[in-house]
């Protein structure tokens, strides 16, 4: 059974850092693209981040988080990473892992086979 488990959400203040953590279990994802996507309760889900296989040398981070947030991966742990700096109030939002993308990454890399149980992410003022 395909398992992703998002895990380093919780409350922090704007201008803070954190650092989710995505960890995949019952496949191997090195040869598929990863991603993350968030959504705010009314609104669409959000495609945010995504790295590429092949030593993650391509990526995508929405205007809305480049320059703040970096994505990475470890295959050797069969992990996802999610970087996030300088936290702006409008970043909250449930956070979703996601790998094995369906389709272009253009305009942005938005549907994937395999979805995580979200972390919350809130970021007070």
């Known amino acids: 059974q395909v398992q992703l488990v998002e895990s380093g959400g919780g409350l922090v203040q704007a201008g803070e850092s954190l650092r989710l953590s995505c960890t995949t279990s019952g496949r191997s994802f090195k040869m598929h693209t990863m991603g993350w996507s968030r959504q705010v309760p009314g609104k669409e889900r959000e495609p945010i981040a995504a790295i590429g296989w092949s030593g993650g040398s391509v990526s995508y981070l929405a205007d809305s988080v480049k320059g703040r947030f970096t994505i990475s991966r470890d295959d050797a742990k069969n992990q996802i990473y999610l970087q996030m700096d300088r936290l702006k109030p409008e970043d909250t939002a449930v956070y979703y892992c996601?790998?094995?993308?369906?389709?272009?990454?253009?305009?942005?890399?938005?549907?994937?086979?395999?979805w995580g149980q979200g972390t919350q992410v809130t970021v007070s003022s």
């Open positions: 996601a790998a094995d993308l369906i389709g272009s990454w253009y305009p942005a890399p938005r549907d994937f086979n395999y």
